[in-house]
């Protein structure tokens, strides 16, 4: 009998999988305790957040050298006096506004009375109206029943006999037991919530530097340094931002209120508070909160002015408020992605019920920054944060696999709008994917199909670049926008660097290197040293150069005997591993040495991140005249060559295509800035 491990169902599961059921166990368990505990987390969670907006007062009240007991208490007390202050106005409010409805119920009828005309103006409606009106008659005067075979009497005496007996219901005078009862039922889960709130604050409050010390022996004294700057910053950061957003909230609400008192709308502080609380449930909480005194202002008024004035009111006001002060006072905003600020909203309302509804943006927040400085809890981060999940060199990879041009050539315009050239996004994210692939390829995960699909979707992002202007390829532009004559223009200024590549002019030219084919990029062995040479093709085009692009084939035993290349001056060949055949660039260099023009000189460009070992014993082996590690260091090197005065000027050793790639900067000329316009869309 083979042994057990050899049969497929009884092998052990691998590592991650195990580690994926133990993570949704965990969750299980912490949505579980949440639910079941929600009567004492949800007042504690409500006091964290308290004293998050009373700590910095305290802090204050702290440096005026006020006693911690004395200010913990003074602070608390305001703060639970304006809350209970707000329910006290909420209540009578409340009162006031449903003594007065039932005054406007003409009005209301008057309206649905109208809207309902005027629906059945239109014939599919009034067929439904007809058909709902036969159906209520049938329903007051139903046919007889004749299925028993009885013969009914006279009219007069079947409609007696059907008639109705009324029937009323009187409930006994309460007990006082029972109003006592009663009442207890529905003031003491409020009362004994704002307790337990009441109690958590202080506590928290007089024990903060307390707990701070047990969360840092909690999360670990080895780096004690950086555990305390964590939550110190984490604190002040959650700190600012609640009361920033309550603040702002709280303008919302006063501007509310006041607006539909203006407007005569009943209860506006009601109203007005229910905005600002609103204003806490991201996205849909300030259009709830509309709901009620659109309906009230439909019915206080028996035309449409109030309530037309309240929907402006409330809409310019959430778009004010969302479009022009949040994105100033919150910056880049809260941190969340607006997906996870949905489905925060959505667990957290279905866990603790309305509370749930009006903590979720808070608590999430709590959760997103625990998650940028706590190592164990980077995982909120991920998920919640709005930060990118992929750097851009992986998105761009990802692209590449998926075949997506468009997309990939529309990353890199955003990085060269960004500020960077188009050759410094090459050598950083182009590059930086390429070297992916060539890993994934080593290792078996990328076959042949997929690497030519890379090949080819860099050849048509190539394509969809070749448009923009030759200077962006190589300066840094800064990008403003501007009134010019009543119209938006988006001005790109180029800024010119030390660093900085210039497009060559025939003056700039040795003799010769004018000619169409002066340079070649041959692909080394793999289509991705094909894209590579592709790449150095295009920016040395945009130099004003003439390049010729060659497949790896081009250089294989089978084509080398037909391989023309007698009237270059300069060979680039591209690779992206040669640390497992060197012998092959070495011997590759001696065969093109007898076919070449003996002017002709040789550039290797190695695009590895960690190739220095193997680009080293390359260069004490092979036969090049240059090296390169990076596209921008390839372009000077070729820069070099095509303005010396002669080919063989330019073999010398004091000349810059021989310092070229052992750091030295060749000589340019430095034209003047230049500034381009384009019409924004």
Avoid at 125 to 141: D, N, R, S
Avoid at 153 to 164: D, L, R, T, W
Avoid at 216 to 234: E, P, V, Y
């Amino acid at each position: 009998m083979p042994p057990t491990s050899s049969f497929p169902i009884f092998a052990s599961p691998s590592p991650s999988r195990v580690a994926f059921v133990q993570g949704l166990i965990i969750a299980a368990i912490l949505i579980t305790a949440l639910y079941v505990a929600r009567e004492v987390l949800v007042p504690l969670a409500l006091a964290t957040l308290l004293s998050f907006v009373l700590t910095p007062p305290l802090l204050f009240l702290r440096r005026l050298g006020i006693p911690k007991v004395l200010g913990v208490a003074t602070l608390v007390s305001v703060a639970f006096c304006i809350i209970f202050s707000l329910g006290w106005l909420i209540s009578s409010e409340a009162a006031q506004l449903a003594v007065d409805v039932p005054r406007y119920q003409s009005t209301l009828a008057e309206k649905i009375s109208k809207i309902a005309r005027s629906a059945a103006e239109t014939p599919a409606i009034k067929t439904v109206a007809e058909a709902l009106e036969e159906f209520q008659q049938e329903l007051a005067h139903p046919k007889p029943d004749t299925s028993v075979g009885t013969t009914p009497g006279p009219p007069e005496q079947v409609e007696a006999k059907n008639k109705p007996v009324p029937v009323e219901i009187h409930e006994p005078e309460p007990q006082p037991f029972e109003l006592l009862q009663r009442l207890a039922g529905t003031l003491l889960p409020p009362v004994a919530t704002a307790g337990i709130v009441l109690l958590f604050v202080i506590f928290i409050l007089l024990q903060r530097e307390d707990l701070r010390d047990r969360l840092i022996r909690l999360f670990g004294t080895s780096d004690l340094q950086r555990t305390t700057a964590t939550l110190n910053d984490a604190a002040e950061r959650l700190s600012r931002y609640f009361i920033t957003q309550l603040l702002v909230n709280s303008a919302f609400g006063i501007f509310i209120a006041l607006g539909l008192w203006l407007i005569g709308v009943p209860s506006p502080t009601v109203w007005g508070i229910l905005a600002m609380l609103m204003r806490f449930v991201p996205y849909v909480g300030s259009f709830i909160a509309a709901a009620p005194p659109l309906l009230l202002a439909a019915i206080v008024e028996p035309g449409w002015t109030t309530f037309l004035l309240t929907a402006a009111l409330y809409l310019i006001s959430e778009l004010a408020m969302g479009q022009l002060v949040e994105p100033v006072v919150y910056g880049h905003g809260t941190g969340l992605s607006p997906i996870a600020i949905v489905i925060a909203t959505v667990f957290w309302t279905w866990l603790w019920g309305p509370l749930g509804l009006l903590l979720a943006t808070p608590l999430t927040v709590v959760l997103v920054v625990l998650g940028r400085h706590t190592e164990g809890l980077q995982f909120f981060d991920l998920l919640l944060g709005d930060k990118p999940a992929l750097t851009p060199e992986q998105r761009f990879y990802q692209r590449l696999l998926s075949g997506d041009s468009a997309e990939a050539a529309d990353q890199l315009e955003t990085c060269a709008k960004e500020g960077q050239p188009f050759v410094d996004c090459f050598d950083e994210i182009v590059l930086s994917a390429l070297q992916s692939a060539q890993h994934d390829a080593e290792r078996g995960a990328l076959d042949e199909e997929n690497l030519e699909r890379v090949s080819t979707t860099i050849k048509e992002v190539i394509e969809n670049l070749r448009d923009v202007e030759s200077q962006r390829w190589f300066q840094k532009v800064t990008q403003k926008k501007i009134d010019e004559a009543g119209r938006g223009l988006a001005s790109l200024t180029l800024v010119e660097e030390e660093d900085a590549l210039v497009p060559l002019t025939p003056a700039d030219l040795a003799p010769g290197w004018e000619a169409e084919g002066t340079i070649v990029c041959i692909g080394g062995r793999t289509p991705l040293d094909d894209a590579a040479a592709v790449l150095l093709s295009a920016l040395a085009e945009k130099l004003c150069l003439k390049p010729r692009t060659l497949g790896n084939e081009a250089i294989s035993p089978g084509h080398f005997v037909s391989l023309d290349v007698t009237d270059a001056k300069l060979l680039c060949l591209c690779y992206f591993s040669i640390a497992s055949s060197p012998a092959h660039v070495r011997y590759l260099i001696r065969r093109l040495r007898t076919i070449i023009h003996p002017d002709c000189a040789i550039l290797v460009g190695y695009w590895s991140k960690n190739g220095n070992g193997a680009l080293k014993a390359l260069k004490e082996t092979a036969e090049a005249d240059a090296y390169a590690t990076s596209m921008r260091e390839a372009l000077k090197i070729i820069m070099s060559a095509a303005r010396a005065h002669t080919v063989a000027e330019s073999m010398t050793d004091s000349s810059p295509l021989s310092r070229a790639g052992k750091s030295a900067k060749p000589s340019r000329r430095k034209p003047p800035l230049r500034v381009v316009a384009e019409e924004s869309n």
